[in-house]
């Protein structure tokens, strides 16, 4: 099974700066398999990331992600009041789905 | 517009049953491979289940694997996650996801699942 690890745990920043979210992976993850959710407190996950890159519909462009092999990172360009909360990366491989432990955004 | 709508959570002592649905709308629910993911109190999620569109396939976590079963009913629109011989640790908020491939493209708003005696 393919272990996510997430960093920072947490990240305390000021609206309007900039987030660098890393998730790295045990072993190789095909960039297509590679995603990532934004969830806020009592609220579902919400996806914001496919195929490492590709935002999902109704994601603002300030969100992007990049990456590939073992090392992906999510980037915040600057934050809004709304981006305040738990970032997970996942992955498929052999019919496994997995996710990181999360990153918390606080603000600072 | 995508909705999909979890039930059937609630306390069941360590050892007994519980059946989940999620019904779901705004989507060609037979075309989508559909999974159940789980979040313990205060923790990550955790993908525990999914099925294909037909039902044909279907893949399981191995926390779970011999105890639950999913499944699916496309002539109601409506998901299930049987759980059986519940431990303490399987207390969670059960979600369920509509799958495309690798990837959780829409999300219900999840049902708690408490085990305790």
């Known amino acids: 099974e393919i272990v996510l690890t997430q960093s920072p745990g947490t990240l305390s920043l000021s609206p309007g700066e900039r987030a660098t979210l890393s998730c790295r992976a045990s072993?190789?993850?095909?960039?297509?398999?590679l995603a990532w959710y934004q969830q806020k407190p009592g609220q579902a996950p919400r996806l914001l990331i496919y195929?490492?890159?590709s935002r999902a519909t109704g994601i603002p462009d300030r969100f992007s992600g990049s990456g590939s092999g073992t090392d992906f990172t999510l980037t915040i360009s600057r934050l809004e009041p709304e981006d305040f909360a738990v970032y997970y990366c996942?992955?498929?491989?052999?019919?496994?789905?997995?996710f990181g432990q999360g990153t918390k955004v606080e603000i600072k | 517009e995508v909705q999909l709508l979890e039930s059937g959570g609630g306390l069941v002592q360590p050892g007994g049953s519980l059946r989940l649905s999620c019904a779901a709308s705004?989507?060609?629910?037979?075309?989508?491979?559909m999974s159940w993911v789980r979040q313990a109190p205060g923790k990550g999620l955790e993908w525990i289940s999914s099925?294909?569109?037909?039902?044909?396939?279907?893949f399981y976590a191995d926390s779970v694997k011999g105890r639950f079963t999913i499944s699916r009913d496309n002539s109601k629109n409506t998901l299930y996650l049987q759980m059986n011989s519940l431990r303490a640790e399987d207390t969670a908020v059960y979600y369920c996801?509509?799958?495309?491939?690798?990837?959780?493209?829409?999300w219900g708003q999840g049902t708690l699942v408490t085990v305790s005696s």
């Open positions: 996801a509509s799958r495309v491939l690798a990837y959780f493209d829409y």
């Open positions: 705004g989507l060609t629910f037979s075309s989508y491979a």
């Open positions: 099925i294909s569109g037909s039902a044909v396939s279907t």
């Open positions: 072993q190789s993850v095909s960039s297509s398999y």
């Open positions: 195929g490492a890159s």
């Open positions: 996942q992955q498929f491989g052999s019919s496994s789905w997995t």
